[in-house]
């Protein structure tokens, strides 16, 4: 049982670049989630799924897509990446009760 | 404006001694509030959550209080053990809509032996 998996563990890219970040959980979990984290800013929702084909925005959605085609993945997609997406992203699942919520071990990303 | 704030990004307290750290909240929606436990490279986990009906929630040396009118959380450690030195983060929600969580920035603790 290995959890929330998250990859790569570290990615640099140039401005402009695109990029996926790889999520994926073997808890059966419908809820799944992307965070960003910032110094000084804590853990920013930026989009969330309630199960396969549904997709909603967070506290920070622009600037990355997301879709959900099996109950496991959820990847993050940055089309065009920025300076300003430079941070630290964090993927979380869930059961149901909000005190299930497991996080994966994030992926750091540096944008130059 | 950030709806959930930890004003101390950094906490050091001696080994044995209580460690208390506090969390402020705007939105008045918000009525279940989590603790979360953070090591270097790895993601949170969860620690300790209370709902608005409650005012206190223990669970063994941890202990979360609400002061719901000052809207004020905080989470006790006692005594603190060297293992607890992590970052701390509050987290917010409405019990209507688990699918959104608001966080605080988090509160570096050193438990010092």
């Known amino acids: 049982n290995a959890g929330v998996t998250q990859t790569p563990k570290f990615q640099v890219l140039k401005t402009g670049q695109s990029m996926t970040l790889q999520c994926a959980q073997d808890m059966n979990h419908e809820y799944m989630s992307w965070y960003r984290q910032d110094p000084g800013m804590g853990l920013r929702l930026i989009h969330y799924?309630?199960?396969?084909?549904?997709?909603d925005q967070g506290e920070v959605p622009n600037g990355y897509n997301v879709s959900r085609s099996t109950t496991e993945d959820f990847p993050l997609r940055l089309l065009s990446a920025a300076p300003s997406q430079t941070s630290v992203y964090f993927c979380?699942?869930?059961?149901?009760?909000?005190?299930?919520?497991?996080f994966g071990p994030g992926t750091r990303l540096t944008v130059l | 404006d950030q709806q959930v704030k930890q004003n101390s990004p950094s906490l050091s307290v001696q080994e044995g001694r209580i460690s208390i750290l506090n969390c402020d909240y705007t939105?008045?929606?918000?009525?279940?509030f989590l603790w979360y436990k953070k090591y270097p490279a790895e993601g949170p986990t969860f620690l300790i959550s209370i709902s608005s009906i409650k005012d206190k929630n223990e669970d063994g040396r941890f202990t979360v209080f609400l002061n719901k009118s000052a809207k004020h959380l905080s989470l006790h450690i006692v005594p603190s053990q060297p293992g607890d030195s992590a970052v701390y983060f509050c987290?917010?929600?409405?019990?209507?809509?688990?699918?959104?969580?608001?966080f605080g920035s988090g509160t570096k603790l050193n438990v010092k032996p």
């Open positions: 799924s309630v199960g396969a084909g549904i997709t």
């Open positions: 939105n008045s929606m918000f009525d279940y």
């Open positions: 979380a699942s869930k059961a149901g009760g909000p005190d299930t919520q497991y």
């Open positions: 987290a917010a929600s409405e019990t209507d809509n688990f699918n959104k969580f608001y």
